[in-house]
């Protein structure tokens, strides 16, 4: 069965913008101990403690652990973990633990539904991931055939919440493209703008075909509109070029980091400056190998996260205590996914041997009732299309960190 799609973000959600994402193949089961403070006040666990068998709930995260996108899915894969980790130190749910295998998709579909096929073989009862959205797209096929509840942390494509077993905690394609030309043309950040996409992945296009619709809207003219695909991500001469040349004030950028950093390399190399504008794609651009990031003073990109939040600060100290990195909003919808799972668990009573299609069944209904205070939005909600509700946020690179406008 197809759900019907939400497309639009909420009129408090638009109007909050004025004022205002490591090694592949480890399960993870941890049963309360002693240890450090976590991020949500209980004491997190010491490593080790394997579960009983048929005494764990079994989670499987699906992301790129390796490869070009790994910032984004070691990120998942360590957001997860570490709620696992909190939740069982804790005292578990209903009486029973947490256990967490994550697997390496590479950013590939096909990788990715081998991935899913690798955890519903060792067991898992839910699915957090895939983390990128063709992937996501690919096991969400195989998912709704086999009945198994999944909640992607950051797959925004539309499609990807299309079967009705599949939620999100990221806010859809579209929502990002609306929400970009609103804050924008709201705080009369620019009124000629560029836009550089890559039109070769379902996530730049269409946040793209959401911008461009909306920025006339908001007083926005689109100088130049240029594309580029996976095949000619290395050289953005021609499109720098064109943008700079209509006098772009602005460059939106829908694309993932990697290609953000090289855009604003060529860009510094033009003496090209305008202001650059993201999404949560553009999260990780800081963690870029041998990128200067003094290039990426003052972008500025759509993210329901950032550690300089007094209301991430736990989060973030018990982050970097146990990965030895700061978190970036990929953790954070990949913990917040986890805390979904166990309200969702909370809500319905299923059994912790419960089958994963049972668990489906009872996870629709209980997920369009549950409200969690998650690390990417406070009295977060769903509906049953699998959408969240909840209020965006911007921030700006200041002095090599984000900071909340």
């Known amino acids: 069965m197809k759900k019907l799609f939400t497309l639009g973000l909420t009129a408090a959600m638009v109007a909050s913008l004025t004022a205002c994402g490591s090694g592949s193949g480890t399960a993870d089961t941890t049963a309360a101990a002693g240890g450090e403070t976590s991020a949500a006040g209980a004491e997190a ?66 990788k990715s539904v081998n991935a899913y096929n690798t955890l519903k073989d060792w067991g898992a009862q839910v699915i957090v991931g895939s983390t990128t959205s063709d992937p996501c797209i690919a096991v969400a096929a195989e998912s709704s ?59 730049s296009s269409g946040i793209r075909e959401a911008f461009v619709k909306e920025a006339g809207n908001q007083g926005l003219e689109i100088v130049a509109d240029e594309a580029f695909t996976a095949d000619n991500a290395t050289d953005f001469s021609v499109q720098l070029d064109k943008a700079k040349e209509a006098g772009a004030e602005l460059v939106f950028l829908p694309v993932y980091y990697q290609e953000a950093s090289v855009i604003l390399k060529q860009a510094s190399d033009k003496d090209f400056a305008p202001i650059f504008f993201g999404c949560d794609g553009m999260d990780g651009i800081l963690t870029v190998k041998n990128f200067d990031t003094s290039l990426a003073e003052g972008l500025m990109l759509l993210t329901p996260f950032s550690t300089t939040e007094e209301s991430s600060k736990a989060f973030t100290e018990a982050y970097v205590a146990a990965y030895g990195i700061e978190p970036n909003q990929f953790a954070a919808d990949s913990y917040d996914a986890v805390y979904a799972i166990r309200a969702a668990i909370e809500k319905s009573g299923v059994a912790v041997d419960a089958d994963y299609s049972t668990v489906c069944e009872a996870f629709k209904t209980a997920m369009t009732e549950i409200s969690i205070d998650g690390l990417t939005g406070a009295g977060m909600t769903w509906n049953a299309a699998g959408e969240p509700d909840k209020a965006p946020k911007a921030v700006k690179i200041v002095n090599g960190v984000y900071e909340m406008q």
């Open 145 to 203: 055939n086999d009945n198994m509840f999944q909640i992607t942390p950051s797959g925004s494509a539309v499609e990807c919440v299309a079967p009705d077993n599949v939620f999100r905690v990221c806010f859809a394609d579209p929502d990002q493209g609306t929400a970009s030309a609103v804050y924008i043309g709201e705080h009369k950040l620019a009124t000629k703008v560029a836009v550089i996409y890559d039109s070769s992945t379902t996530y």
């Open 45 to 110: 666990p010491a490593a080790g403690g394997e579960a009983a068998e048929g005494e764990t709930f079994k989670i499987g995260v699906i992301g790129p652990l390796t490869g070009p996108a790994a910032a984004y899915g070691i990120a998942v894969q360590n957001g997860a973990d570490l709620a696992v980790k909190e939740i069982n130190a804790a005292g578990g749910v209903n009486g029973f633990m947490l256990e967490s295998n994550a697997q390496d998709d590479e950013h590939d579909a096909q």
